[in-house]
């Protein structure tokens, strides 16, 4: 059976709640995370990237880090009060700039060459899920990254447990696109 998707209030709400819910500043296991991150994309061969997006940014923990490879980062996410917590942590940061928008409904325009979902998709319904897939890709400029991060095992609230498989169909799709998959156990 299909789950809903998981919106807008769900978030503002865990965020009234925690100031870090998933203890992205803190744990272990999200700094092991951010690593495997940055090591697929320092696997690049050391690129750079000119137009950076980041799909739901959260607390901007990640987007800080990513912030160093890019000339300009824009992070999205639904919850202003995550942003409001991104925006702290990121104020010495000019090439970064943040906003409140709803993948796929709202999405800053492109084209992008580097765009980083990072344990955000698994969130969507299937109609959601197609078309964010879809404009992600038209938004894509020649020769870009993307790079996915999922949590796999199965939750009770997640309504995606394989978003990855079809991220990966959806991108080796593209005449110009290289896909590479990895399971780390963190
Ligand atoms: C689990 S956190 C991931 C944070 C960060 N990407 C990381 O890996 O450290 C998921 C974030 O995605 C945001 N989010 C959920 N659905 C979204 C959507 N449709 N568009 C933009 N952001 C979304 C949530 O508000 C939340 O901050």
């Known amino acids: 059976m ?3 998707r998981i919106g807008r209030e769900f978030f503002e709400d865990l965020y009234a709640r925690f ?6 500043a803190d744990s ?9 991150t940055l090591a697929a994309l320092a696997a690049l061969d050391g690129k750079r990237f000119e ?6 940014c ?8 990513l912030a160093d490879l890019c000339d300009q980062l824009v992070g ?8 409001a917590r991104s925006r702290e942590r990121l104020r010495d ?19 992008w060459d580097l765009v980083v979902c990072s344990e955000v998709l698994y969130y969507f319904d299937e109609a959601a899920f197609g078309l964010a897939l879809e404009r992600l ?5 020649d020769g870009a990254t993307v790079l996915a991060v999922h949590w796999r095992p199965a939750t009770s609230t997640y309504p995606r447990s394989t978003p990855c498989r079809r991220t990966a169909r959806l991108w080796s799709a593209q005449p110009t696109a290289r896909t590479c998959s990895r399971r780390t156990s963190c």
């Open 137 to 141: 890709r038209t938004a894509l400029g």
């Open 58 to 65: 959260s607390i901007g923990v990640l987007t800080k880090q």
């Open 28 to 36: 272990a296991h999200e700094h092991d995370k951010y690593a495997h």
């Open 76 to 83: 999205i996410d639904v919850s202003d009060r995550a942003l």
């Open 51 to 56: 137009r950076g997006l980041e799909v739901g």
């Open 2 to 4: 299909s789950r809903s």
């Open 93 to 111: 940061q000019p090439r970064v700039s943040l906003a409140r928008m709803s993948l796929p409904e709202e999405m800053p325009p492109g084209p």
């Open 19 to 24: 100031e870090d819910p998933w203890q992205f």
